[in-house]
């Protein structure tokens, strides 16, 4: 089945003048697939669809269209297949059926990206090169420059049909994930001629083989592995057509673009437009949703950063530390929040309760005691006295009991409950959904806690897992489903990797044996690099190979750079000298270290400080300089306050005679500082409270 759903200002008016309808006919206009037609993110995408979660209090899809209407778009067609009524509540109560004209289509019979364009050619609403882009992207691209390429590319190479965009990423960068891993091969005029995504083994990456041909027709061929795809192309109606054609057309890259670029009886072409400069990533999964958060937290992608308010009746202040505070937050004096944390509106934090680099949405009810870190907690969620969770999904109107313990990377469905004391083991699934539904239940109004005859039976609830007062049950991927590397590996963040590999090493002893062999490869990745004269970018591409060959953290990674960087520091000449030439080597190649850093804050940031320390237990001239080395970075935003701190307080105790504890000594007035900064902070932030409240 297929419909047209028109928005109140796509409607149209009277009769046009015959420039109106000139105008007309070069309409900016794009289409939308709401719908990944993956169930990366289930259970949550079984009770709500992805393009609507909320992504830092906002849904999804509204990151989308503010990159749309932002470009001058002026036309929207969005594609979905389910959960109609919530595309329809959120089109109502969003500004955008007042500021560009939208439409929605709906097949409820299609499986697939290739069945939803067939359909929206067989209705004929496009009338010229339109913009075709998923509903999980988030950017701050002009998408201008794209559609001038595009019709720059077809005023010279009529063959044209698409024009991709591809961003360029550090390999190590927490928005990237091992799927975005790809090789594009490109000529001297950017036209794509191969497309390789990358195949996970034991041995690593796979490499791409460039068709001799290309090299032979070309001047010269670019092979470039730093380019995401970030599902954004410029596409002539021609690319309709061809999915119209061609029936086993199912997905975009392995059907369409495979066919197009293997094919040479039609000759049809597709370029590459890559940026460096913007922002772009997509929300694929959870490590990908933690990822683009942080990034959104962090300001990469300004000017869509949550003080611009740009959500009708969002009204957040932008403080020190990336803190976002709407108004109408209520929070005890003596509770503490940490930077890079967004809490909503109508939200109630208690005394003694500890937030830190956390989303919290709108009405929600933080506890006394209650201790958050990197939690996503969705609106009118309730987590009661004394419980903590972290690196964890809190879902809208999720009920966590006094003294619960969430663990890591748990999620927690729409309505949950969870009963007093009970610890959920990290990783775990719970959904108000009792087993894996099937494509035509998603978006039905059908209670899940009713049984067969639709009687309430809340007797069937998994117990063990919510407790005897809880909701829900705990989700198990069903035949056909896709877990997903985050589906036990959820948090880049907390240095977990998110591929679903096994480890290849089959000992204790083997591990370790892996574990130094990455770390002298990095090691001497980077020394090579250096001397060598190649750019950052460069070695980190190399390093990223040797992350996903053999299953290293970030935290390891930001060891092997760190010794690499130290060990080229001059410290027979001085100690001046020496705390010169380190603070010197780190500015230079800092940008080697902020993926990690980025990737897995805390984790990284200790590894770079036990590595600077083990050097300068053997190196006096960096042991009398380490206090003022440990500044600088922290200075340079390649250690947190909390990683120094905790490293020194680890290394104090005990024995006062070993290196490390004379090391930690010598950083005393340094955590003094840090701790005296932390709560000067704290105060502001309590003023400019009290003050709004006067006002």
């Not at 010229?128 to 002009?142: A, P």
Request: glycine share 8%; with cysteine; hydrophobic share 35%.
């Amino acid at each position: 089945s297929l419909a047209l759903h028109m928005s109140k200002s796509s409607k149209g008016g009277g009769k046009k003048g015959g420039q109106e309808a000139e105008k007309a006919k070069d309409t900016f206009q794009a289409v939308v697939l709401a719908d990944s037609f993956v169930r990366r993110l289930a259970p949550i995408t079984y009770e709500a669809p992805k393009a609507l979660i909320s992504l830092v209090n906002r849904p999804l899809i509204d990151y989308t269209m503010e990159m749309l209407a932002a470009s001058g778009v002026e036309e929207v067609y969005i594609f979905v297949r389910s959960f109609i009524g919530e595309f329809q509540e959120w089109l109502q109560s969003s500004h955008w059926q007042r500021t560009l004209k939208v439409q929605w289509i709906t097949g409820a019979d299609a499986s697939s990206a290739g069945d939803a364009l067939r359909q929206i050619a067989s209705m004929n609403l496009l009338r010229k090169d339109f913009l075709l882009v998923d509903g999980d992207v988030v950017s701050n691209f002009d998408l201008r420059k794209l559609r001038q390429t595009h019709r720059d590319n077809k005023a010279q190479d009529k063959q044209t049909i698409m024009t991709m965009l591809f961003k360029q990423t550090p390999p190590a960068h927490r928005s990237r994930q091992f799927e975005d891993d790809l090789a594009i091969a490109i000529n001297q005029n950017s036209q794509l001629l191969q497309y390789e995504l990358a195949r996970k083994s034991s041995t690593g990456l796979s490499k791409i083989e460039v068709v001799p041909a290309f090299v032979n027709e070309s001047k010269e061929v670019n092979v470039r592995f730093d380019a995401v795809d970030v599902r954004v192309a410029m596409c002539e109606l021609e690319v309709l057509l061809q999915f119209a054609d061609n029936f086993d057309y199912q997905d975009m890259r392995s059907d369409f673009l495979k066919g197009v670029l293997s094919n040479e009886i039609y000759g049809h072409n597709i370029y590459a437009y890559i940026d460096a400069n913007c922002y772009a990533a997509r929300v694929k999964c959870l490590s990908s949703y933690d990822g683009v958060s942080k990034d959104i937290i962090a300001r990469w992608s300004f000017p869509i950063v949550p003080e611009a308010n740009l959500a009708p009746g969002h009204n957040y202040s932008f403080r020190r530390r990336n803190l976002y505070i709407e108004e109408g937050v209520s929070m005890s004096q003596i509770c503490e929040i940490s930077g890079n944390t967004v809490i909503g509106k109508g939200t109630s934090v208690g005394d003694g309760a500890s937030i830190s680099q956390c989303v919290i949405g709108r009405d929600c009810i933080i506890g006394k005691g209650v201790r958050l870190s990197h939690c996503y907690v969705w609106d009118g969620a309730i987590i009661q006295d004394n419980s903590s969770a972290s690196n964890a999904i809190i879902a809208d109107k999720v009920i966590i009991g006094s003294g619960c313990t969430i663990g890591e990377g748990v999620v927690l469905s729409f309505g949950c409950a969870i009963s007093d004391g009970q610890t959920i083991s990290p990783h775990t699934r719970i959904t108000m959904v009792h087993g894996s539904p099937s494509e035509d239940d998603l978006g039905d109004d059908s209670d899940s806690e009713t049984d067969s005859n639709g009687e309430l039976d809340s007797t069937k609830f998994d117990e063990s897992v919510v407790g005897a007062e809880g909701r829900g049950y705990e989700w198990k991927a069903g035949d056909g489903e896709e877990m997903g590397g985050e589906i036990s590996l959820m948090y880049t963040a907390q240095g977990h990797d998110t591929d679903d590999s096994s480890v290849y090493s089959d000992s204790d002893e083997e591990s370790d044996a892996g574990e130094a062999s990455v770390h002298r490869e990095v090691v001497e990745t980077v020394l090579r690099g250096l001397e060598e004269g190649h750019p950052s970018s460069n070695i980190l591409l190399e390093i990223q190979g040797l992350k996903f060959a053999h299953n290293a953290t970030f935290p390891q990674c930001a060891a092997g750079i760190t010794e690499a960087l130290v060990s080229t520091v001059d410290t027979d000449s001085g100690v001046k000298e020496a705390f010169a030439g380190a603070k010197a080597i780190f500015k230079k190649w800092s940008s080697l270290l902020e993926p990690s850093v980025q990737a897995a804050s805390t984790e990284s940031s200790l590894a770079i400080i036990n590595m600077v320390a083990s050097m300068a237990v053997q190196r006096p001239a960096l042991a009398a300089s380490f206090h003022g080395i440990l500044h600088d970075l922290h200075n340079n935003d390649l250690l947190d306050d909390q990683s120094i701190i905790q490293w020194v307080e680890q290394n104090s105790g005990g024995d006062s005679d070993t290196e490390q504890a004379k090391l930690a000594a010598k950083c005393s007035k340094l955590v003094e500082w840090l701790q005296e900064s932390e709560e000067e902070s704290s105060e502001d932030d309590d003023s400019e409270e009290e003050d709004s409240d006067e006002d």
